[in-house]
């Protein structure tokens, strides 16, 4: 494998990787983006700043988080040995936490007073309204009537931790009209406000900030995996949605011979509105003020998606991925519904865990995977817990067949 040296990914000055990226927004939209941008530049290399974060980190979210070595499941796979990062057990049950503490930190440090977001199934919400409680600013968060409907204990959350849940009743009522109802608000007060994305996505700089706030999951999977094997993985597996955990962990092993996979949603299987596999069937467009791979449709309106993982369901996905990908240094592949339950089913009979739906993806493709490579070691990259879909998979799985 050619050498990769993680410092040609940094996004250029107008916030590109490659051809993704950038800034496609209303003129109005330009210069609190700019703001954010030199705000962050400036308070993320403040020790202050660095300071703070790292005892959020220890003392707040739990972190590190460890790294587990799945003995039984990779004895019964019979080939590679299978590793997970336990973002699982980062405070609020998954990785959004690292990210979300982060804006929160930023906006405090800006001075803001409220932070503003969207969000679809409810856990980026939930995760926001958790960094806002910790640090006293107001929370608002705009999500779909349908969604609202859909998702009532992450409303009761979002609600307990003192956020504001502002219902979206116009278009399908759903995600994209969720964004778009966001940054409206936004707009009317960007001095007070900040608007904190849920992942790697969105105009320049958040697909940056949100990457550089993720990128400790992978800093510190290399050292504990070196620590524990006394070698690096042979392959790194991350579910992609938008894409935030996989570029946190990827970020920490871009320069090593490690092979790296991200796995998208292939739901249902390839026919369209039937998955959520931006990377593998989607094209080059814009979507929420980025360029990226884009399932669209001839006009370049997103085309509707699905998965059975919430979390993953986005017809787009971060643009740096998109540049890592024609670069040839990840690969992304995918895993169908049915493999990410029989995933999420194996993990929690044979090793007392129960992954979110979303991180079943990436552990279904590191068991393909471990059976193709016979020897060597996998890390995964767990990016949640699965407390939040019991109700989902056993009304419509049950409770899987004994090992
Ligand atoms: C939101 C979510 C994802 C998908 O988001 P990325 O930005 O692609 O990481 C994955 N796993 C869990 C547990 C989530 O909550």
Do not use: W
Request: charged share 20%; glycine share 12%.
């Amino acid at each position: 494998m050619t050498t990769f040296k993680k410092g040609n990914v940094l996004p250029d000055a107008g916030g590109y990787y490659g051809e993704y990226g950038g800034v496609y927004v209303p003129e109005c939209l330009i210069g609190p983006l700019q703001e954010v941008t030199d705000a962050y530049q400036r308070i993320s290399r403040s020790a202050d700043f660095i300071a703070e974060l790292r005892y959020i980190r220890k003392h707040f979210q739990g972190r590190p988080t460890p790294v587990s070595y799945c003995k039984r499941l990779s004895d019964q796979l019979g080939g590679a040995r299978i590793y997970l990062k336990r973002e699982d057990l980062n405070h609020s049950g998954a990785h959004k936490l690292n990210h979300c503490m982060g804006e929160g930190l930023l906006a405090k440090y800006m001075g803001k007073k409220r932070v503003i977001a969207e969000t679809g199934a409810g856990q980026h919400g939930v995760a926001l309204a958790t960094a806002a409680a910790y640090f006293g600013l107001e929370c608002e968060i705009h999500m779909g009537e349908v969604d609202i409907a859909k998702q009532a204990p992450n409303v009761a959350r979002m609600k307990l931790l003192g956020a504001k849940v502002v219902p979206v009743t116009f278009g399908l009522r759903t995600l994209k009209e969720a964004v778009d109802s966001a940054f409206a608000e936004y707009l009317k007060d960007p001095v007070n406000t900040i608007y904190c994305i849920g992942s790697v996505v969105g105009p320049h700089p958040f697909p940056m900030l949100v990457r550089d706030f993720q990128e400790v999951v992978g800093i510190e999977a290399r050292e504990q995996f070196l620590d524990m094997t006394g070698g690096l993985p042979e392959a790194v597996t991350a579910c992609v949605g938008g894409g935030s955990n996989a570029m946190g962990i990827f970020r920490g092993f871009l320069d090593d011979p490690t092979a790296l996979y991200g796995v998208e949603p292939l739901g249902k299987g390839p026919k369209t509105g039937d998955h959520a596999a931006s990377m593998t069937y989607g094209t080059p467009g814009i979507i929420h003020g980025f360029k990226c791979y884009l399932l669209q449709d001839k006009d370049g309106e997103p085309l509707p998606v699905y998965s059975c993982a919430s979390g993953l369901d986005y017809p787009g996905v971060g643009p740096e991925h998109c540049y890592l990908k024609d670069q040839g240094r990840v690969q992304y592949v995918t895993a169908l519904d049915t493999e990410a339950i029989d995933a999420f089913f194996k993990l929690s009979r044979l090793e007392g865990i129960i992954p979110a739906l979303e991180s079943a993806h990436a552990v279904a493709y590191a068991m393909k995977l471990a059976q193709e490579m016979k020897q060597g070691a996998i890390l995964v990259n767990l990016s949640g817990r699965g407390d939040k879909d019991l109700d989902y998979v056993i009304e419509n799985y049950g409770f899987g067949t004994p090992e």
